[in-house]
C-alpha cells in the first residue's frame, strides 16, 4: 500500500512539475506588467510597464534568503554603475510581515526601486518557485534572461547580458 502511494506522489509531482514549467515566464516572451505599493511608506506605487524603454533587472528577493545576502549588494553597484545609461533595478520583496524585509534593508540599504508583495501574487504570475530569481527585461518590455538562483561569480555573466542590452 505505501509503494502505491509513493509512486502516485511521484506521478503527481512529475505533472505538476511539468506543468509549472509548461507555464513559466520564459525569455523570449513579453514580461507580465503588475503593480505594487512600495516597501516604503509615502513612496508611490510602482508598474512595471512605466519603466518601458528601459533595460530592467526585475529581481524577487526575501529577507530569509541566503543568496540575497550576496546578489542585493552587488545588483545595487550595478545600479549605481548604470542607471545613466538606462538601467532600472527592481528588487520585489515577498516577505510577510513586510517588517522583515524593512529589518533587511536597515543593514543592506539599497538605492534601487523596492515594491512589496507578501500576498504572493507577483512571484505567482511569474512562476517562481526559489530565492532569488531574476528576470532581465528589455527595452521593449521582453525577457532576455531568466536567472535562478545567485553564485559567486554570477554577477559578470549578468552585467554583460545588460551591457549588451544597453548598448542596442
Not at 42 to 52: A, E, G, M, V
Not at 86 to 92: K, N, Q, R, S, T
Not at 103 to 131: C, H, K, Q, R
Request: proline share 6%; net charge negative; charged share 25%.
Amino acid at each position: 500500500m505505501n509503494r502505491t502511494i509513493s509512486i502516485r506522489l511521484a506521478v503527481f509531482t512529475l505533472g505538476f512539475s511539468l506543468l509549472s514549467t509548461a507555464l513559466a515566464v520564459e525569455e523570449g516572451e513579453q514580461a507580465p506588467d503588475f503593480t505594487l505599493t512600495s516597501i516604503h511608506e509615502n513612496q508611490p506605487d510602482f508598474t512595471l510597464s512605466q519603466l518601458r524603454g528601459k533595460v530592467v533587472y526585475l529581481d524577487f528577493w526575501a529577507s530569509w534568503c541566503a543568496p540575497c545576502l550576496l546578489s542585493l549588494p552587488l545588483y545595487n553597484e550595478l545600479y549605481e554603475k548604470y542607471r545613466d545609461r538606462g538601467l532600472e533595478i527592481v528588487g520585489i520583496n515577498i516577505d510577510d510581515p513586510i517588517e522583515d524585509g524593512l529589518d533587511f534593508l536597515l543593514d543592506t540599504p539599497l538605492d534601487f526601486t523596492i515594491p512589496a508583495d507578501p500576498d504572493g501574487e507577483t512571484p505567482t504570475l511569474y512562476d517562481v518557485y526559489g530565492m532569488p530569481t531574476s528576470y532581465l527585461i528589455d527595452q521593449q518590455g521582453v525577457i532576455r534572461l531568466v536567472h535562478e538562483g545567485f553564485r559567486e561569480g554570477d554577477i559578470e555573466m549578468i552585467e554583460q547580458q545588460i551591457n549588451a542590452l544597453l548598448d542596442q
